[in-house]
C-alpha cells in the first residue's frame, strides 16, 4: 500500500447508474487529485483540491462530480456516463505546493457498459 | 499546448544490463521532474525525483539525468532484473498559477521488458 487507498478497485456500471468511487490518503497531504488513465493515452489530470477547496478543473464533463470533505477523503461520483468514459480513474495526493511525496493509489478499473 | 513526451514507447534488454529510458519535455517553467513506474493493475509508484537546480540524482539502481538545455530526462536502471519490466513514466511538474498544489504533466510511458 502507498498510502493511499482506492475503492472499489474495479467497477461496472449501466450508463443510467449512479456510483461513487472513494479515495482515502493517511500521509497527511493536503493535496489531492483524480486522474484518468485511458488505454495508450497519457495520464489525464481531471480535478484538484487544495486544503479541501477545489483549485482545478480541467474541462472535466459535469456527469463527473467530484466531493472532498476533509483533506483525508475524496470522492468521485459518477452519473450518466459514456461507454468512452472507461479507464482507469487514479487518486494521488502530495503536500500542497511544494510537490514532494506526488503518490498515486492503485486506481479504480471502471466499465461503462 | 506544451507537454512531455517519450522517445520510445518500448524498450527490451537483457537481465543485468543497463537500461536508459527518456524523456522529452517543452516546458521552460517546469521545476520539478518524477519518473513514475507502474506495473500492470497497479498505480504509478515513485522512483525518483529530480529538482532543476540538479542535473544528476542517484538512487538505489536507478539514476535521473537533466539537460536543461535541451530539455531532456533521462532513468537509468542498473542491473535491469525482471522485476523492473512495466510501464516508466516522466512527469514534469510545475505550480499551478493559482499557487496551489502542483499540476503534473505525464508522458505516454515506455514499457520495458527485462529478457532472462
Known amino acids: 500500500e502507498t498510502g493511499v487507498t482506492q475503492t472499489p478497485r474495479h467497477l461496472v456500471m449501466g450508463m443510467t447508474n449512479k456510483k461513487s468511487l472513494k479515495c482515502e490518503q493517511h500521509?497527511?497531504?493536503?493535496?489531492m487529485y483524480w486522474y484518468k488513465q485511458s488505454a495508450k493515452k497519457p495520464l489525464e489530470l481531471m480535478f484538484v483540491?487544495?486544503?479541501?477547496?477545489?483549485?482545478e478543473n480541467n474541462s472535466v464533463p459535469s456527469r463527473f462530480s467530484p466531493e472532498c470533505p476533509n483533506s483525508s477523503h475524496l470522492f468521485l461520483h459518477l452519473h450518466t456516463l459514456q461507454p468512452e468514459d472507461s479507464a482507469l480513474y487514479l487518486c494521488?495526493?502530495?503536500?500542497?505546493?511544494?510537490?514532494?511525496?506526488?503518490?498515486f493509489g492503485s486506481g479504480t478499473r471502471l466499465t461503462v457498459v | 499546448g506544451e507537454s512531455v513526451g517519450l522517445h520510445l514507447p518500448t524498450l527490451s534488454v537483457q537481465e543485468g544490463d543497463n537500461s536508459i529510458i527518456n524523456c522529452a519535455y517543452s516546458n521552460s517553467a517546469s521545476d520539478y521532474f518524477i519518473w513514475y513506474k507502474q506495473e500492470s493493475g497497479k498505480g504509478p509508484q515513485f522512483i525518483i525525483d529530480?529538482?532543476?537546480?540538479?542535473d544528476k540524482r542517484q538512487g538505489q539502481r536507478v539514476t535521473v539525468l537533466l539537460n536543461k538545455t535541451v530539455k531532456h530526462l533521462s532513468l537509468q536502471i542498473a542491473a535491469t532484473q525482471p522485476g523492473d519490466s512495466a510501464v516508466y513514466f516522466c512527469?514534469?511538474?510545475?505550480?499551478?498559477?493559482?499557487?496551489?498544489?502542483?499540476?503534473?504533466?505525464f508522458g505516454s510511458g515506455t514499457q520495458l521488458t527485462v529478457l532472462p
Open positions: 512527469a514534469e511538474s510545475l505550480e499551478f498559477s493559482s499557487g496551489s498544489a502542483r499540476q503534473l504533466t
Open positions: 483540491y487544495n486544503f479541501k477547496e477545489q483549485t
Open positions: 494521488a495526493s502530495s503536500q500542497d505546493g511544494t510537490g514532494a511525496g506526488y503518490t
Open positions: 529530480i529538482r532543476s537546480n540538479m
Open positions: 500521509l497527511g497531504h493536503n493535496a
